[in-house]
């Protein structure tokens, strides 16, 4: 299902232009967001892990297909914060991702519209400083791979030229502990709601 739905976006990023080069309109953005009530979540551990607030950048490029419908790819990287009740450990990604959002024209001189928000993609994972108690031994903590990113949410143009997004969006990886020659892997869960503000500029 998720192999399938990143091979949909993509078809869509590739073919759209060719039949909407003539009325289709480019735009992109820089962003900086912040994400907050991080969870992240440890198969081989009790419960989730909060996670302090991490700041991102990131920028986007959409394709007009349709005058309300958008489709486009994007790169955003959040900054390491670190995960409450793990010592010193700190956790971050780069996300790589397709998207798509349909604008609602608000006929507002202040807020022009508002839009769905959908992304799809793949997140690599940063870890810093992690270190678990196994068994009275410490063990070391590193990434074992990457994996899925994916988020949805809703934002706005303000002024025709100021963004304003929320997110909630989920990261998947997974982990391998290390202790005496032995290693162990878990599969590890990240989320978290985000806020983004921008700037767009048409093309």
């Given amino acids: 299902m998720k192999k399938s739905l990143l091979a949909v976006l993509l078809a869509v990023a590739i073919v759209a232009p060719v039949f909407a080069a003539d009325k289709g309109a480019m735009e992109i953005d820089g962003k900086i967001g912040a994400a907050f009530a991080g969870k992240v ?25 349709m005058p309300a419908l958008a489709v486009g790819a994007g790169v955003e990287h959040l900054f390491n ?41 793949y997140g690599i994972t940063s870890l810093s400083d992690a270190k678990i108690d196994a068994g009275g031994v410490d063990a070391k903590m590193d990434v074992e791979s990457n994996g899925l990113y994916w988020a949805v949410g809703v934002g706005t143009t303000i002024k025709e030229h100021f963004l304003l997004e929320v997110l909630y969006f989920m990261n998947k990886s997974s982990f391998k502990a290390t202790a005496m020659g032995a290693k162990e892997t878990s599969n590890v869960t990240f989320s978290a709601v985000k806020v983004n503000i921008g700037y767009k500029f048409a093309l």
């Fill in 41 to 65: 979540d440890i198969d081989k551990m009790d419960g989730k892990n909060d996670v302090d607030p991490n700041f991102s950048l990131g920028a986007d490029f959409f394709y007009y297909v």
């Fill in 81 to 121: 914060a670190k995960i409450k009740k793990a010592g010193d450990a700190k956790l971050g990604y780069t996300n790589i991702y397709l998207q798509a959002k349909y604008d609602f024209e608000l006929n507002n001189d202040i807020f022009n519209n508002i839009y769905p928000l959908v992304r799809v993609g």
